[in-house]
């Protein structure tokens, strides 16, 4: 495996609550309003894990959530990330994103979900979401000089509206489009049968997105490949990815799709987390979880019922 070269991870992407201010219904994380994870990490867990992925040079960091920017600390960690040379990369709903808490940052880009072009269709999947209010953000956004991401979550509620929302993005100044299949994880599980898109409405999905990615070629990237989560878990399964992902209460996922936890951070470095994730990789446990991912891709829906592999217990803990 290739990251066994490596001395620290590429990335590491960091959910920082799962609280929210949306209880949108596609959610992976089960985020919702009052919903933070009990013992998240507390200001002082998060500065020194921040002063940690600096040190150990981690060039990219993605921060997430939940809503990351209703975490009080959310701006002093993204500071302290910037001003120790890591890359950021800020995902939000947008709906009370103050852009200006990033000015003078190393912001790679800024993320903020569009899933409809109406408020109708928005309202309906994003559960309290104005969609107003997140054109306003993607606005400020590229107002204030930062490159903007526009994410799309397909489900029954709004694959028809994926095209309006393209151009919307294109209108707004955005320099990528992400999407892909419906993510059977967290709430969108729970909710499957309510949301997951027939057959016919992905391959008109797709027909869309192919014809799109032609027309709008050198003005906006669509990115839509791997298109599942089943495809891309089994390209990762020959190559890992370099991504660390950093739940709210500081323990490490081997992978999104899978329950198998690999370090905790609140006992662990970064580094030595680093070691235990790529021991994960080896570990059979991992390997039957991606088989049986691809033979019954519902198994996801297990995904945030965390099982922890002991892989800590490989290294000492931090004294």
Not at 30 to 38: H, I, Q, R, W, Y
Not at 112 to 136: F, H, M, P, T
Not at 296 to 318: K, R, T
Request: glycine share 6%.
């Amino acid at each position: 495996m290739r990251i066994q070269a490596f001395a620290a991870p590429t990335m590491v992407t960091w959910q920082l609550t799962r609280d929210c201010d949306l209880a949108c219904l596609h959610c992976c994380t089960d985020s919702a309003p009052g919903k933070a994870l009990p013992g998240e990490l507390s200001r002082a867990q998060a500065l020194k894990l921040c002063a940690e992925i600096a040190a150990a040079g981690v060039p990219y960091a993605m921060i997430v959530g939940g809503e990351p920017t209703l975490v009080p600390h959310f701006t002093q960690v993204c500071k302290t990330l910037s001003d120790g040379g890591v890359l950021l990369k800020i995902e939000t709903n947008g709906q009370n994103f103050d852009v200006n808490a990033l000015k003078g940052l190393g912001i790679r880009s800024v993320q903020i979900s569009l899933d409809g072009a109406s408020q109708a269709v928005y309202g309906r999947q994003r559960v309290n979401g104005v969609l107003e209010k997140a054109v306003a953000a993607c606005r400020a956004t590229v107002a204030a000089g930062l490159p903007l991401e526009i994410t799309f979550a397909p489900t029954k509620l709004n694959i028809f509206e994926a095209e309006a929302v393209i151009d919307l993005a294109l209108s707004l100044g955005a320099f990528r489009f992400n999407t892909g299949r419906l993510m059977r994880l967290g709430t969108a599980a729970k909710l499957w049968d309510r949301l997951e898109p027939t057959k016919s409405e992905y391959a008109a999905f797709l027909r869309v997105l192919a014809r799109k990615e032609r027309e709008l070629a050198g003005r906006l990237e669509l990115c839509y490949k791997p298109f599942s989560l089943e495809e891309e878990m089994a390209d990762r399964a020959g190559q890992p990815s370099g991504t660390l992902l950093v739940l709210p209460d500081g323990r490490v996922k081997v992978a999104a799709p899978l329950p198998f936890t690999c370090a905790d951070l609140t006992s662990q470095t970064i580094l030595q987390a680093w070691e235990s994730y790529k021991i994960a990789w080896a570990d059979p446990r991992v390997r039957a979880g991606l088989e049986r991912l691809a033979a019954e891709p519902s198994a996801a829906a297990q995904a945030n019922h965390w099982i922890s592999l002991d892989a800590v217990n490989a290294l000492p803990a931090v004294v």
